[in-house]
C-alpha cells in the first residue's frame, strides 16, 4: 500500500491527455464535499507541465462545488510565453460545468532588491502535539455520524502551535499558526519545484477560512456556519520543500456580508517563502438562500 505521502503526489500529479489537457482523480476527504485545496494543486500542476518555468502567483475562483464521485478535467489556456514571464489560464470541469477558474503568472528566478517582514516567533514544531493526537483528546465531542470521516488522517502532518476544537468552538483572536511537513521525503521524478508548490498550495486551504470565523465563535464543524472558499491567490517568494518542516501563520482581518477576508504567510528556515490570501462565505445556518 502506498504512503500517505505516496497518495498525496499520486493525487495531485494529474495526466495529460493531450497539449493541454489534463485528468484529475478525486479522494473523499471531508465525505462528498470536494477539498477546494485539492483543485488548486492539481490546476497548478496542470498549467505546470506546459512550461518549464516556476510559478510565482496563482489567482483562482471556486464557481460550483466540486463532488468527489467524478474526475476533473483540467482545460490549460497558454496566453504568453514571454522573454521573462508566462501566463496561463486553467479551467477546472466536471460533469461539463466550469467549476474552477485560476489564472497563473510563471517566471525564472532572478536577482533583484530583497525585503521582509520579520519572521514570527512559535515554538519549534517538535515541542508541539500533531493534530491527529488533538483530535484523539476530542473524539467524544465529534457526533457519531462524522466521527470516521473527521478522525481519518490528514495526509500531511500538522502541529498545530494552539489547537482549537471545531466542535466547540468560543471567540478568539483572528490568529493561527500551524507547521506542516509530508510524512516521507518527496523523491524520484515527483520531486519537483511544481510538486512542492502543489502541495503548499493544496495545504494553503486546509484551515485558512477558520480565522475569520473565530472572532465570532461559530464553527463550520457543529453547523453553525456555512463557509466555503471563494477566491484563493498565493504568491510564491522563494523555492522550499514541503517534506521539510514550514511555518502557515494565518489571520483575518474583516468579515462582513456574509464573507472574510483572510490572509496566510507561509515559513521556512525564517524566510517568507509564500503569501496566501482568500475571501471565504461565512453565512450563518439560520439565514436561507439558493447560494
Known amino acids: 500500500m502506498d504512503s ?29 464535499h470536494l477539498f477546494g485545496g485539492q483543485i488548486l494543486a ?54 461539463g460545468k466550469v467549476i474552477f477558474s485560476a489564472m497563473l503568472s510563471f517566471a525564472q528566478p532572478e536577482q533583484g532588491l530583497e525585503f521582509q517582514i520579520s519572521a514570527p516567533d512559535y515554538p519549534h514544531p517538535d515541542t508541539l502535539i500533531p493534530e491527529q493526537e488533538h483530535k484523539m483528546m476530542i473524539v467524544n465531542d465529534i ?19 494552539e489547537f482549537a476544537n471545531p466542535f466547540h468552538p468560543i471567540k478568539a483572536d483572528t490568529q493561527y499558526a500551524e507547521y506542516f511537513r509530508s510524512f516521507d521525503k518527496i523523491e524520484g521524478e515527483l520531486d519537483t519545484i511544481a510538486m512542492h508548490q502543489a502541495i503548499a498550495a493544496y495545504y494553503s486551504d486546509y484551515n485558512l477560512l ?30 522550499f520543500r514541503v517534506d521539510e518542516w514550514m511555518l ?26 509564500c503569501s496566501v490570501s482568500q475571501e471565504s462565505l461565512m453565512r450563518q445556518r439560520t439565514f436561507r438562500s439558493n447560494q
Do not use: C
Open 4 to 32: 500517505l505521502t505516496q497518495q498525496l503526489t499520486h493525487l495531485l500529479n494529474v495526466q495529460q491527455i493531450d497539449q493541454y489537457l489534463f485528468q484529475g482523480q478525486t479522494n473523499q476527504l471531508f465525505g462528498s
Open 42 to 95: 492539481q490546476a497548478l500542476i496542470a498549467a505546470s507541465k506546459t512550461t518549464d518555468r516556476p510559478a510565482h502567483s496563482l489567482h483562482a475562483y471556486f464557481i460550483r462545488s466540486g463532488r468527489t464521485d467524478l474526475p476533473i478535467l483540467f482545460k490549460v489556456e497558454n496566453l504568453r510565453d514571454g522573454s521573462s514571464f508566462s501566463a496561463r489560464q486553467v479551467h477546472a470541469l466536471q460533469d
Open 143 to 161: 457526533p457519531e455520524s462524522r466521527r470516521a470521516i473527521v478522525m481519518q488522517q490528514f495526509n500531511l502532518l500538522i502541529h498545530p502551535v
Open 210 to 239: 477558520t480565522t475569520s470565523l473565530r472572532p465570532h465563535g461559530v464553527s463550520y464543524a457543529n453547523g453553525g456556519v456555512r463557509s466555503a472558499s471563494l477566491d484563493h491567490t498565493i504568491h510564491f517568494h522563494h523555492h
Open 248 to 273: 502557515y501563520d494565518m489571520y483575518a482581518t474583516r468579515s462582513s456580508q456574509a464573507r472574510g477576508l483572510n490572509f496566510g504567510e507561509m515559513w521556512q528556515n525564517d524566510r517568507l517563502v
